[in-house]
């Protein structure tokens, strides 16, 4: 627990540091686990599970 303490909640740029890249981590694991959750919610009713209907392919 010292080593923590040294490494990080002793000097107030490195703890501001861990809070922000903490709250980033965040944000990537929750965005990236909302949008799987989105997208199995509302399976068959989003444009990219449907467009192949309505577009012609490519040639």
């Not at 002793?10 to 540091?17: E, K, M």
């Not at 990219?48 to 209907?53: A, E, Q």
Request: glycine share 6%; aromatic share 16%; net charge neutral.
């Amino acid at each position: 627990m010292s080593a923590l303490y040294n490494l990080i909640f002793r000097n107030n740029t490195a703890f501001v540091g861990a809070v922000f890249a903490g709250a980033f981590a965040f944000e990537l694991a929750y965005d990236n686990g909302m949008d799987k959750v989105w997208d199995k919610i509302n399976k068959g009713r989003q444009w990219k599970d449907i467009r192949h209907k309505y577009v012609e392919a490519e040639e």
